[in-house]
Every structure is written in C-alpha cells, then in structure tokens.
C-alpha cells in the first residue's frame, strides 16, 4: 500500500533553513534586529520581535510535525497488517509531476490535517486549495482529507465570521467533490463543509489528538510542593506579533500573581524555533520558566506532568488533552473556540483582544480547582473521537486493501 502524505509539513520541508539564516549577511541582520529587540523588552518594556528573525526553520510548527506523525501512525494501524509505504509532500509542493507519479504507483492520496481551508473576515479563501484542485482533478487514485478544519484569525471573540464568499465556496465545493473520504475535527468545520459537500462529512478530530507518547524514560522527580503550569504562546506570524506585543506584559504579570498565589512553577512549552525568545523575556520580567521542546510524541510526557496548561496554540492545547491535561487557552483564532467547544470546555476559552491579568489568574485558578473533574471529561470526549476515528479510517482502508491485494486489481 503506498500512501501519498500531502501535509504542511513533510519531513524534508522541516529541515529547510529560512533565507534570512541561509546567508551570513542574514544571520547577522537577524543577530542584530535580536539585540535591539532584548533591549526594547528590558529597558522600555517593550515587544518588538519579529518573527522571521526568530525562526532559522520556517518550518517547525510542532502541532504540523504532530498531525503528520499522527496520520502514519493511525494509517499505519488502519491499513494493517498491509505494509505502508509512506511518500511524504509539504502543502505547496504539489505538482503536475507529482501527479503523474502517483498515477503511476500511489494507491491513496492524503490531504494531512489542520486548517487546509483558512478564509479571512470577508470569507476570502486561501490560495492553497484553488492551486491544488488544479491537480486533485487528474488523479486516478482515491482522494482523503483527514482531520482537517476552517480557521479564521479573529481580531476579538465579537469578531462576525460567517462562511465563504461565492468564488471561495466553488473551490472548497470542487475539492470536496474530488474526496472519497472527509474527516473533519470541530463542529464549525462539520457544519460548514458539510452545507459544501454532497458527500458526508465525519466529526472525528484532529488527528494529533491520537497521537502515541514515546516509550516513558526516568526523569528526575521534582520535590516542587506547588501545581505544575504549562505555557505556550503563539508567534508565527504577523497577527501573533501583535498579540504578543499587546499581551505579552499581560501574561507576565497574571503569571507572578499566580505563582504568588498558588507557589506554582512553569514550563513552557515551544512550538516552533521562533518561541524559543518567549521564554527569555518572561524570565528578564521576573517570571523564571523551565523550557522544553523536540519531537511530539517525547513532549507528550511532560505535557502528562502538568497540573494544568495555559496556551494560546490550538495545538498546544490538543496535545495538553491528548496528555489528559485540562487547559486555559486564549482563542485567537475560530478554531481554538472549536476544538474547546468540542471538548465542552468553552468556559476556559479567553479573548485575546479583552485580556486581563485578572481573566488570566480566575481562569487558571478554577481549572486548578476543577482539574480532577475536568480531566475526567476530556479523557472521555477523546475516547469517544478516537473511537469514530478509529472506525471511520478502518472501513475505509477495507476496500482499498482487497482492491491492492494480490488477488485484487490496483486500484479497483
């Protein structure tokens, strides 16, 4: 069985170095804008990193490298005991050649996960699926999307998001239309594409909620009295530029009131190359955070450690629950409301243009209060996804493997 993987992030895409850093010149432009940036934060108190002189990887999403290893593995475990042989592509990468290369030899082509079809306030589509229903419509291989989702950035929870505008929804009616399968990880999502398609559409979740911890190792066990709180803040980007830079102060001072209220400690969890400042400049404003970052399936353990979680990357959060860790999560975009949503746990969304110290502090202290109950909540949502997932992929992976069997013609 030989699966075309079409994901954001492949793992030759992962280790691509962003141009700024490709060059010596680069790297020392991007050394210097560093300094004046550490100098705004610790002498005026002020956030004005930029995200591309951060990010030597343009393509280390950590929640993007989790949906990928998600889908082989639940690929893998659907298709079984066929062999898998996995050909990984990054969104982007495409092409009319490709095409004819799994025409030749691919038994299924997979659309990977997260937030495929991204439209603005206006219900502007982005380009990606109009470029690659171009090429879904010459293949001959069956077509799915797996845990994929709409996200929309919103400015504030009063933000208005209604659905695509006319020339958007043709293109995400057309891809819908090329799809054999289509698994969907929210509600919103469901909804919208559903009204799109006529073909069902399943509610399963998103695949990173499924994904397998590495085997445990020892670690060290701390003696720390007080609850354990996990931290991630997004910065990828233009619009969570200037929601650090608006929020940043914010955080830092809800984070010394709750470690003064509870005797907590932080860990912050990085999610890509570029945070890898966030947890500098809370330590410069007084707030000391032990900092931890890698492959997924290895941070899912220290995710397990927590007490609870307070983030603002919906990934973060999926591999918080995934872990059966509750979290507080500041939604800034439709999705992080739906992933929330779909667990039952909305009340612990915040609004990232109403932020306040106080919101921040009532939040994380009722979750700690509650942990126990809601914990038990989020573990029994996951089940019940898992479940559909499991199931959904399984007798989908029926037929395609009586049509590639020995006995069977390629593709049926």
Aim: with cysteine.
């Amino acid at each position: 069985m030989k699966i075309y993987l079409y994901s954001a992030i492949s793992q030759e895409s992962a280790n691509r170095l962003s141009p700024i850093f490709a060059t010596a010149s680069g790297r020392a432009k991007a050394a210097l804008a560093r300094l004046r940036d550490m100098l705004a934060w610790r002498l005026l108190g002020q956030f004005k990193c930029r995200q591309y002189n951060y990010a030597e990887h343009p393509n280390s999403n950590a929640g993007d490298i989790a949906i990928r290893h998600a889908l082989r593995q639940e690929l893998a475990t659907a298709f079984s005991p066929a062999p898998v042989d996995f050909v990984e592509l990054a969104w982007g990468d495409l092409t009319a050649e490709w095409v004819d290369r799994m025409n030749a030899d691919g038994d299924l082509f997979v659309i990977g996960g997260s937030g495929y079809y991204q439209h603005d306030v206006k219900g502007v589509l982005n380009r990606q699926p109009a470029a690659d229903v171009e090429h879904l419509r010459r293949m001959r291989c069956p077509i799915a999307a797996i845990g994929i989702g709409v996200n929309c950035v919103l400015q504030n929870h009063d933000t208005k998001v209604g659905g695509f505008d006319a020339r958007s929804e043709a293109i995400v009616r057309e891809s819908l239309g090329l799809l054999s399968l289509c698994m969907v990880r929210d509600v919103r999502s469901l909804e919208l594409l559903q009204s799109l398609s006529v073909k069902p559409v399943v509610l399963a979740g998103d695949s990173a909620l499924f994904l397998d911890a590495a085997p445990r190792t020892p670690r060290e066990s701390s003696d720390h009295p007080g609850p354990v709180i996990g931290l991630n803040f997004p910065f990828h980007g233009p619009f969570s530029e200037s929601m650090l830079a608006k929020n940043l102060p914010i955080y830092a001072g809800a984070l010394k009131t709750l470690r003064d209220k509870t005797g907590c400690r932080f860990v912050y969890f990085q999610h890509s190359d570029a945070e890898a400042v966030i947890p500098k400049l809370l330590g410069w404003s007084g707030v000391a955070v032990e900092t931890v970052s890698g492959d997924p399936r290895e941070t899912l353990l220290r995710y397990a450690s927590l007490t609870v979680h307070f983030c603002g990357m919906l990934h973060s959060a999926i591999l918080s629950t995934n872990a059966g860790t509750p979290c507080v999560n500041v939604a800034y975009d439709i999705k992080n409301r739906g992933f929330l949503q779909l667990l039952g746990t909305e009340r612990f969304l915040l609004d990232p243009g109403r932020l306040t110290e106080d919101a921040i502090v009532k939040a994380v202290v009722t979750m700690i209060a509650e942990r126990d109950a809601v914990a038990r909540q989020i573990r029994a949502r996951k089940a019940e996804l898992r479940a559909t997932f499991t199931a959904t992929l399984r007798t989908f992976a029926e037929p395609l493997l009586e049509a590639t069997s020995p006995s069977g013609s390629r593709r049926g």
